[in-house]
Protein backbone atom coordinates (compact mmCIF):
# COMPACT_ATOMS: atom_id res chain seq x y z
CA UNK A 1 0.00 0.00 0.00
CA UNK A 2 1.25 3.33 -0.66
CA UNK A 3 4.46 2.39 -3.08
CA UNK A 4 6.35 4.48 -5.44
CA UNK A 5 5.47 3.20 -8.45
CA UNK A 6 6.21 4.29 -12.25
CA UNK A 7 7.39 7.96 -12.29
CA UNK A 8 7.56 8.40 -8.80
CA UNK A 9 3.57 7.85 -8.22
CA UNK A 10 2.07 6.35 -5.37
CA UNK A 11 0.69 3.06 -6.22
CA UNK A 12 -2.99 2.88 -4.11
CA UNK A 13 -3.40 -0.91 -4.54
CA UNK A 14 -6.45 -0.23 -5.95
CA UNK A 15 -6.41 -1.61 -9.51
CA UNK A 16 -9.09 0.56 -11.02
CA UNK A 17 -7.80 3.80 -9.65
CA UNK A 18 -4.08 3.06 -10.42
CA UNK A 19 -4.55 2.41 -13.96
CA UNK A 20 -6.66 5.87 -13.98
CA UNK A 21 -3.72 7.63 -12.43
CA UNK A 22 -1.58 6.01 -14.61
CA UNK A 23 -2.89 6.95 -17.66
CA UNK A 24 -3.94 10.69 -16.25
CA UNK A 25 -0.25 10.90 -15.76
CA UNK A 26 1.48 9.50 -19.29
CA UNK A 27 -1.29 11.99 -20.59
CA UNK A 28 0.03 15.09 -18.86
CA UNK A 29 3.75 13.87 -19.94
CA UNK A 30 3.04 13.54 -23.18
CA UNK A 31 1.20 16.97 -23.39
CA UNK A 32 4.46 18.44 -21.42
CA UNK A 33 6.57 16.50 -23.80
CA UNK A 34 5.14 18.42 -27.22
CA UNK A 35 5.21 21.68 -25.59
CA UNK A 36 8.96 21.42 -24.39
CA UNK A 37 9.85 20.10 -27.88
CA UNK A 38 8.28 23.31 -29.47
CA UNK A 39 5.37 21.64 -31.06
CA UNK A 40 2.41 23.59 -32.87
CA UNK A 41 0.33 24.09 -29.87
CA UNK A 42 -2.69 22.89 -32.20
CA UNK A 43 -1.70 19.19 -31.61
CA UNK A 44 -1.55 19.77 -27.67
CA UNK A 45 -5.20 20.66 -27.81
CA UNK A 46 -6.68 17.70 -28.57
CA UNK A 47 -4.22 15.54 -25.53
CA UNK A 48 -5.36 18.46 -23.39
CA UNK A 49 -9.40 17.16 -24.31
CA UNK A 50 -8.31 13.57 -23.75
CA UNK A 51 -7.06 14.60 -20.59
CA UNK A 52 -10.14 16.50 -19.79
CA UNK A 53 -12.12 14.13 -20.52
CA UNK A 54 -10.51 10.93 -18.79
CA UNK A 55 -10.37 12.90 -15.52
CA UNK A 56 -14.22 13.87 -15.34
CA UNK A 57 -14.80 9.90 -15.79
CA UNK A 58 -11.70 9.37 -13.32
CA UNK A 59 -13.32 11.29 -10.65
CA UNK A 60 -16.65 10.29 -11.06
CA UNK A 61 -15.41 7.09 -9.88
CA UNK A 62 -13.68 8.29 -7.00
CA UNK A 63 -16.67 10.41 -6.21
CA UNK A 64 -19.13 7.52 -6.52
CA UNK A 65 -16.57 5.48 -4.48
CA UNK A 66 -16.90 7.95 -1.85
CA UNK A 67 -20.26 8.65 -1.73
CA UNK A 68 -21.45 4.46 -1.38
CA UNK A 69 -18.90 4.63 1.43
CA UNK A 70 -19.66 7.86 3.10
CA UNK A 71 -15.96 9.03 3.19
CA UNK A 72 -15.78 11.89 5.73
CA UNK A 73 -13.58 14.12 3.43
CA UNK A 74 -15.35 13.37 0.46
CA UNK A 75 -16.94 17.37 0.05
CA UNK A 76 -13.15 18.28 0.77
CA UNK A 77 -11.68 15.87 -2.03
CA UNK A 78 -14.73 16.82 -4.32
CA UNK A 79 -13.05 20.24 -4.43
CA UNK A 80 -9.63 19.50 -5.01
CA UNK A 81 -10.62 17.90 -7.98
CA UNK A 82 -13.35 20.97 -9.05
CA UNK A 83 -9.95 22.93 -8.54
CA UNK A 84 -8.15 20.49 -10.78
CA UNK A 85 -10.68 20.61 -13.62
CA UNK A 86 -10.85 24.56 -13.43
CA UNK A 87 -7.12 24.45 -13.80
CA UNK A 88 -7.11 22.13 -16.70
CA UNK A 89 -9.54 24.05 -18.59
CA UNK A 90 -7.39 27.18 -17.69
CA UNK A 91 -4.61 25.77 -19.45
CA UNK A 92 -6.68 24.18 -22.17
CA UNK A 93 -8.10 27.42 -22.87
CA UNK A 94 -5.08 29.35 -23.41
CA UNK A 95 -3.58 26.85 -26.22
CA UNK A 96 -6.54 26.97 -28.05
CA UNK A 97 -6.11 31.05 -28.39
CA UNK A 98 -2.41 30.28 -28.75
CA UNK A 99 -1.61 32.70 -25.70
CA UNK A 100 1.61 30.33 -24.40
CA UNK A 101 2.66 33.30 -21.82
CA UNK A 102 3.33 31.13 -18.54
CA UNK A 103 2.41 27.80 -20.48
CA UNK A 104 5.17 26.39 -18.54
CA UNK A 105 4.36 27.56 -14.88
CA UNK A 106 0.29 26.03 -15.63
CA UNK A 107 1.92 23.03 -16.87
CA UNK A 108 4.01 22.17 -14.06
CA UNK A 109 1.37 22.91 -11.74
CA UNK A 110 -0.83 20.33 -13.78
CA UNK A 111 1.96 17.71 -13.48
CA UNK A 112 2.47 18.86 -9.63
CA UNK A 113 -0.91 18.60 -8.22
CA UNK A 114 -1.57 15.25 -10.01
CA UNK A 115 1.01 14.19 -8.18
CA UNK A 116 0.14 15.55 -5.21
CA UNK A 117 -3.60 14.52 -4.98
CA UNK A 118 -2.74 10.95 -5.64
CA UNK A 119 -0.30 10.53 -3.06
CA UNK A 120 -2.52 13.19 -0.59
CA UNK A 121 -5.87 12.88 -0.91
CA UNK A 122 -6.06 9.65 -2.52
CA UNK A 123 -4.15 8.07 -0.49
CA UNK A 124 -5.72 9.52 2.69
CA UNK A 125 -8.99 7.78 1.02
CA UNK A 126 -7.59 4.37 0.33
CA UNK A 127 -6.03 3.98 3.92
CA UNK A 128 -9.22 5.00 4.82
CA UNK A 129 -11.09 2.24 3.20
CA UNK A 130 -8.35 -0.34 4.27
CA UNK A 131 -9.04 0.53 7.71
CA UNK A 132 -12.26 -1.66 8.34
CA UNK A 133 -13.15 -0.78 11.62
CA UNK A 134 -12.70 2.65 11.31
CA UNK A 135 -15.10 2.89 8.22
CA UNK A 136 -17.69 0.52 10.15
CA UNK A 137 -17.63 3.09 12.82
CA UNK A 138 -18.36 5.98 10.73
CA UNK A 139 -20.84 4.28 8.39
CA UNK A 140 -22.75 2.86 11.83
CA UNK A 141 -23.14 7.14 12.97
Known sequence: MGWMGVHGQVNLDNKMLDRDHREIFENICEIQDLFLNGRNPT???????????????????????????????????????????????KLESRFERGDLTRVRDAMNLLTDSHLDHVGGADLQYQLWLDVPQKRELHLAS
Open 43 to 89: LIVPLLHTLERRCRVHFALEEGMMMSTRYPQSAHHLLSHLGMMESMQ
